[in-house]
């Protein structure tokens, strides 16, 4: 592994920046926006037997946390390795 | 068999399951007992995280948060808060902190603000945090042993005591971690089969997650309507709407669960058993996973006995059971306290409902939810005595997990840290054996002679961990500005104002009599109840630290070069 110009350091830290920053304002939708404030409007729409916020409460929002986290592991290693973190 | 002799049956082989674990897993170096020696495989070590975090709290008494106190909706910041926290620790705190590749949380603090100071504060904040977490496991091992064993409190006191001891003392981390793997199996399978039973009697779908938004048996109304439809007929609120008291006290609840699950020291210590950062990102994802699935089905279990209950007191509107024929499970849960009945009318029926002058159920404990859940279904002895093994795994493993942050704090960062640097590796290794043996007999000891404080431990060990050792651990990673004066101000003042709202609310510890400033009332700032205060504490935190900063001197260049080593995997 050839270590990185400062520049290059600071570049990988940049893009790993902004993908958290993306993906929190998603963790801050579908828990706070759509499980907490908007739980009224959405729980005029029905999905089966659940009203959509309080499905999105009490099940909606854990699922897309899963989904979240394994995004960004698979974004990391890509992102790793171009610029050759990889190697182990 | 009878339903004693199962229990013993199951409980006893998971015990002994528990204990070969122990054998087969001693640790041999200081490398071992603190992070079992950093080869844990990643989805493994989620595993254990899973057990690792769900404590006696989140398999007895959850879902009969949300499905009594809470009234549904409400406790839906249980929910989102404690799988959240992952989403933050999974991204901002775990893979930066296995990447700087150290023993303990406290010795990343004080590392990194280059101050002893630091790190005996937040040892302070870890030792106070983990010893309140603690009290309540020991409390869940006594009290699942009295309730299924017919034991007295305290030998099940000292038998979970014995069992902790023998695999945390031995093979420290690494003998926690694969008996913690056992116990998630054990519990996640104690929590899922009753509830599984459940959904099919009332929905016909066996998956629970699918059965709370499903049509009841025989008939086309969902089982969430009927619900709310029960509960607004006998007085009660709305199930799925209810709030938390407001708006803004739900967001600030689950904004503190979430903060302070990325900030408690023995969920983030198991991150420092995988080989590499990225491979503490990926455990945290399968961490969540194996957490998801009782987190996810809690809610079902939750609405489904709550629909059960208020069906067998009153199978039809207005005409409720006659008491003297009530179930068998009644009348075992009455002789335990948790359920009281009083025919206040005298009609020789039980009238359950909201207005507390009609009420006839004049005590009815959360924990009756998940804990006679099997018996109100009518399901056979063995899920019985499969549920009292599962409460107990989740209250042992949880136990093990603190009480090794618990001695690792003592051992590394007081002892070969702070005050004795030249004990040699042998002398550390039994050092934090000695610590883990006191740690266990201080824990049992506070279980036995429960103090005022124990009824709030979530309140104060998610309020410490979220307004004093999140905030310090974030910008140590994401700020290289953040010097040691800011950050001992910060997790000082932190700490300060949740412990003053809380205390002020509950009393000193939580002694009802040590409540000061008692003539301020019961005035809550903007509506937040002490419970969902630790962000607030952390905004504090956030804010002094920053300020504190900008008028100290810079942190050495060493200091900004470490910051941004550990950025990189």
């Known amino acids: ?26 963790w801050f939708l579908v828990s ?57 | 068999m009878d339903l004693a002799q199962i229990t013993y049956l199951v409980v006893g082989c998971s015990f002994a399951l528990y204990i070969v674990i122990a054998i087969w897993a001693r640790a041999d170096s200081t490398q071992e007992f603190y992070v079992a020696g950093g080869g844990i495989n990643p989805v493994a070590n989620g595993m254990a995280t899973a057990a690792d975090w769900m404590s006696a709290a989140s398999f007895i008494s959850m879902a009969g948060l949300i499905g009594m106190s809470y009234n549904g909706y409400g406790g839906s910041v249980f929910l989102m808060g404690w799988t959240g926290g992952y989403v933050i620790l999974a991204m901002l705190v775990a893979p930066y902190l296995r990447k700087y590749g150290k023993f303990t949380v406290p010795e990343f603090i004080g590392d990194r603000y280059y101050s002893d100071a630091a790190r005996v504060v937040a040892v302070l904040c870890l030792v106070l945090c983990s010893v309140t977490y603690v009290i309540g496991q020991m409390k869940g091992i006594g009290v699942a042993f009295s ?131 990225s491979d503490a990102r990926r455990s945290a994802g399968w961490a969540l996973v194996f957490i998801a699935i009782l987190y996810t089905t809690a809610p079902a279990v939750a609405a489904m006995a709550r629909l ?6 009153e199978p039809a509107p207005n005409a409720p ?88 704090a003592i051992s590394h960062d007081l002892l070969k840290r702070t005050f004795m640097p030249s004990i040699s590796e042998r002398g550390e290794l039994n050092a934090s054996r000695g610590a883990m043996a006191l740690a266990v007999f201080g824990a049992g000891y506070l279980g036995l002679n429960p103090p005022g404080f124990a009824a709030g431990t979530v309140a104060l060990a998610f309020g410490l961990a979220a307004s004093s050792i999140f905030p310090a651990l974030v910008m140590g990673i994401f700020s290289t500005r953040i010097t040691r004066e800011g950050a001992i101000a910060g997790m000082l003042c932190g ?75």
């Open chain 2, 308 to 313: 059960n209950i208020m069906q067998t007191i």
């Open chain 2, 495 to 569: 700490l300060g104002v949740t412990l003053f709202y809380v205390f002020q609310h509950k009393g000193i510890m939580f002694v009802s009599d040590w409540r000061y400033l008692t003539d301020w009332g019961e005035r809550w700032f903007f509506g937040i109840e002490p419970n969902a205060f630790g962000c607030v504490g952390a905004l504090v935190n956030f804010s002094v630290a920053y300020l504190v900063s900008r008028i100290t001197q810079a942190p050495p260049d060493p200091i900004q070069r470490l910051v941004e080593e550990i950025r990189l995997p």
């Open chain 2, 321 to 408: 059971m006659t008491i003297a024929d009530r179930p068998e499970w009644f009348k075992t849960w009455e002789q335990t306290g948790l359920l009281a009945i009083e025919d206040k009318n005298g009609d020789g029926k039980l009238q359950y409902r909201a207005n507390p002058t009609e009420n006839e159920l004049v005590t009815l404990d959360n924990d009756i939810l998940v804990l006679a859940n099997p018996e109100i279904a009518r399901l056979p002895n063995w899920v019985i005595a499969l549920v009292a093994a599962g409460g107990l795994a989740a209250a042992l493993s949880t136990a093990a997990g603190l009480l090794l942050a618990i001695s690792s």
């Open chain 2, 147 to 277: 309730r299924f064993l017919e034991t007295d409190y305290e030998t099940g006191l000292y038998t979970g005591m014995v069992i902790v001891f023998f695999y945390a003392v031995l093979g420290g981390m690494k003998g926690i971690t694969y008996t913690q793997i056992a116990q998630y199996v054990v519990l996640i399978t104690a929590y899922t089969v009753p509830a599984i039973f459940i959904s099919l009697q009332l929905t016909g779908n066996p998956i629970p997650q699918l059965g709370l938004g499903s049509t009841l048996q025989g008939g086309d109304t969902y089982l969430l309507d009927k619900l709310d439809q029960i509960l607004l007929d006998t007085g009660f609120k709305e199930y799925t709407t209810t709030l938390r008291y407001s708006t803004l006290n739900m967001v600030a609840f689950t904004a503190s669960l979430m903060i302070g699950t990325a900030g408690l020291p023995h969920v983030i210590i198991r991150f420092f058993t995988v080989p590499k950062a």
């Open chain 1, 32 to 88: 706070f926006i759509f499980g907490i404030l908007l739980v009224d409007q959405l729980n005029l729409i029905r999905w089966g037997g659940y009203k959509l916020g309080f499905w999105f409460a009490q099940q909606g929002s854990i699922y897309v946390f899963i989904a979240l986290i394994f995004y960004y592991v698979r974004a990391m290693r890509k992102l790793d390795k171009e610029f050759g973190l990889d190697a182990e």
């Open chain 1, 1 to 26: 592994m050839t270590p990185l110009t400062p520049a290059q350091r600071a570049a990988y830290w940049q893009r790993n920046r902004n993908l958290m920053m993306k993906l929190m304002v998603i």
